[in-house]
């Protein structure tokens, strides 16, 4: 019915219609692999950057917890005092508190390591905050020298 050309030109053609078919099938395929890796190496991206924000503020947190605790280590340090009682459970309490307080404060302010919430090494980056004050600063030292000269009776 076709001549060997007719058949050649007829396969020739089929061919190409195919291989376009399949070529636009590829290159959506390929285009959609590649959209799909890029956001789901941008998750990671922004899940590892969420999960260190999520350590910091937690940190942070536990900073005011800290505070809270040396205050409750100086009233009991008082009370016990007035009782004549041990001093040496709430001094204890507040220079294991205060150190931390303190680790955990430089670290944010310089960067540095500190202990996290589990117990494992954290390490912080510097803050990039406004300087705290003269007066913060001569009340922190002070701070610092009352308790460190705190002595287990």
Known sequence: MFSND???LVNHTLKRFVMSKYRTLIVAIALFLVFDLGVLILNFYVSAAISKDAASVNLAGRQRMLSQRMVKGLLETQIAMEKGEELAKPLDELKKS?????DT???FSQGGQTMSG????????????????????????????????????
């Open 6 to 8: 007719g058949q050649h």
């Open 105 to 107: 404060l430089n670290a």
């Open 98 to 102: 205060f150190t931390l307080f303190d």
């Open 118 to 153: 589990n117990g494992e090494l954290f390490k912080l980056m510097p803050c990039k905050i406004k300087p705290p004050s003269r007066l913060s600063i001569k009340r922190l030292r002070c701070g610092r020298r009352f308790v460190l000269s705190l002595r287990l009776c």
